[in-house]
């Protein structure tokens, strides 16, 4: 910062000043937030900036501001703060972009082949070349003899084909000529560089839209994203604030980020960092593979109950939501929590964690809560959460049987598996389970080894059915935030008083004391990404906590990572656990 700013509030409102002009000029900018700077906050006030000076005359041209966010839960932030003003149309970048491309059907079916080789062979393999109507809705990719149905893979290449056309350009900014983007820095690559090389590029005036990018490139935490983005006609504006934590984390945050300084709430307290590290284990360590120069599974699991009985010493809560454990991977979450082999049986874990794998949406939300609500002889919850596949009791032996049935699935919810349960489920008469599962199922049971074997879905169902029941108890209880535990997919935008963040090996992508290295030396020419994902994770982890971070390394660290640690957090705060 060039001049001394006195406090967040004042970094706040300098750079909403910036924003206005830009927004009353016309004048792409691009509103770099760090953590805890209140981006989203800056984002509403534009919009409502906009509807009060632009509104009447946007809404007589038939004309609205587009806000493409990165989540519905995004989309319904903005629409709440905003009152769901009608000259706003905010939504998630795949429904936006599918209401700009769905009436060009002919350019669509004709470019399919040409986004992938997956539509490419679906397209070949078809006897007769004719156009298919192309759909979107549930997201998966599926050719029938008359439609065509895009995935949310298919949304955004064939957004940046069309971009290329003057006339859609043409047609795009008469709907919409002022566009925000959310979270830019989480935006699909291409399609953001398509907005720069055609809009932000471009000297056309008042025939290319507004632009206004609203995120942060050091909260690039998927691999997808366009993470930094730059150009001379893109107004850059820094909000040097930070609302979120205490001085003595934003001090430390400012030493990990010299390059975006903020400051703390003029009312912020002191707060504390600290670092735990194992260097001085006397114990063996790992020595293959991606958890090379970690501690073994138990000898990390004590060193995280030691580290947590430290921090319960001096105050910290974890039995309440005050404390958060964030562990960054998944796989080293579920082996911590007791749910390892049901995470193994999938080959992408976001199938699992997000709901998406029919058989874990049914568990989870229908089965476990009429379960749940069954022991506690809640018999009218029980039925609700069971909806249209409740069994219906029309006479005495009924009620016996169904009684009898979910007897025997609370016995089995404490010692079968979760092919033992489905198993049970199927005998039923009548059966509560979807059609689509049972479906699942019969084709399982029909298939020859080497079908299963070829067939990623059939191979993650014959894996599930071995799972023991109780990892997919455990595995409730997190996803439904029962436990002082995250990982990295529910750590950004989140916050919590006291932060405890663990820091291991296990998955390729992450390797913290090469990384720390890294930056205390120099990083080879072609690790730079490696670095930036490492280092971008790091800076979200560190910064969602308002009162007291803790950071607890079980990975051994070298004397250049210390000294970097030294650095950034003061030597003072750093210990060694044993």
């Avoid at 983007?181 to 008042?206: N, R, W």
Wanted: hydrophobic fraction near 40%; proline fraction near 3%; include cysteine.
């Amino acid at each position: 910062m060039e001049n001394v700013i006195e406090s967040a509030e004042v970094a706040a409102e300098e750079s909403l000043q910036q924003m206005y002009s830009c927004i009353r000029n016309r004048r792409h900018f691009k509103l770099e937030a760090g953590a805890g700077a209140g981006k989203t906050f800056s984002l509403v006030k534009g919009l409502q900036l906009i509807i009060d000076e632009q509104g009447i005359d946007l809404a007589k041209r038939f004309q609205r501001v587009a806000c493409i966010t990165y989540t519905n839960v995004a989309t319904e932030e903005i629409n709440t703060r905003i009152d769901s003003n009608p000259v706003v149309f905010a939504s998630t970048i795949h429904g936006f972009c599918w209401s700009l491309i769905q009436d060009h059907q002919l350019f669509l079916w004709e470019s399919l082949s040409t986004i992938n080789s997956k539509w490419e062979e679906m397209i070949n393999e078809i006897e007769f070349d004719e156009k298919r109507k192309i759909l979107y809705s549930t997201g998966r990719r599926r050719l029938t003899d008359t439609e065509a149905y895009l995935s949310h893979d298919d949304i955004l290449p064939l957004m940046v084909l069309l971009l290329s056309k003057e006339k859609f350009r043409r047609n795009l900014v008469s709907k919409y000529p002022i566009i925000f983007i959310d979270e830019y820095q989480d935006t699909h690559k291409e399609f953001a560089e398509a907005l720069v090389e055609y809009f932000v590029a471009s000297e056309a005036g008042t025939s290319i839209p507004l632009l206004g990018f609203f995120g942060d490139s050091w909260q690039k935490i998927y691999r997808i994203g366009v993470g930094s983005l730059t150009h001379p006609n893109l107004t850059e504006i820094r909000k040097h604030a930070n609302f979120r934590s205490a001085s003595k984390i934003v001090e430390t945050l400012n030493k990990i980020r010299p390059e975006l300084p903020q400051v703390a709430r003029g009312d912020a307290d002191l707060g504390s960092v600290s670092i735990y590290h194992t260097n001085s284990w006397r114990g063996d360590r790992q020595n293959s593979g991606h958890w090379k120069g970690d501690l073994f599974p138990n000898d990390s699991h004590d060193a995280l109950v030691l580290a947590k009985q430290r921090l319960t010493e001096v105050g910290w809560n974890f039995s309440s939501e005050t404390s958060r454990i964030l562990m960054l991977t998944h796989k080293v979450m579920a082996s911590e929590q007791g749910y390892e082999t049901l995470v193994n049986a999938f080959s992408n874990s976001d199938s699992l964690f997000n709901l998406e794998n029919n058989h874990i949406s049914y568990l989870v939300n229908t089965l476990l809560p009429a379960l749940g609500s069954f022991e506690e002889g809640l018999y009218g919850k029980m039925f609700l959460a069971l909806g249209t596949n409740a069994p219906k009791i029309q006479k005495a032996t009924d009620k016996v049987v169904w009684k009898a049935n979910f007897d025997a699935l609370s016995e089995l919810k404490e010692e079968g598996s979760i092919g033992e349960v489905l198993a049970h489920l199927k005998t039923m008469s009548p059966s509560i389970l979807p059609d689509k599962i049972s479906t699942l199922e019969d084709r399982l049971d029909m298939s020859e080894s080497d079908e299963i074997s070829q067939n990623r879905s059939l191979n993650e169902l014959q894996k599930l059915r071995d799972v023991p029941f109780k990892e997919l108890i455990a595995f409730d209880k997190f996803i439904k935030n029962h436990t002082p535990f995250s990982t990295k997919h529910g750590v950004k935008g989140a916050e919590f008083d006291n932060v405890l963040v663990v820091l291991g090996r296990g998955w390729n992508l992450y390797n913290w004391d090469q990384l720390f290295t890294w930056l205390y030396t120099t990083c080879p020419e072609n690790k730079i990404d490696a670095l930036e994902r490492n280092r971008n994770l790091f800076y979200v982890a560190c910064s969602r906590p308002k009162h007291h971070l803790t950071v607890l390394i079980t990975q051994h660290l070298s004397n250049e990572s210390l000294a970097l640690l030294n650095q950034w957090f003061g030597h003072e705060t750093i210990q060694s656990l044993y």
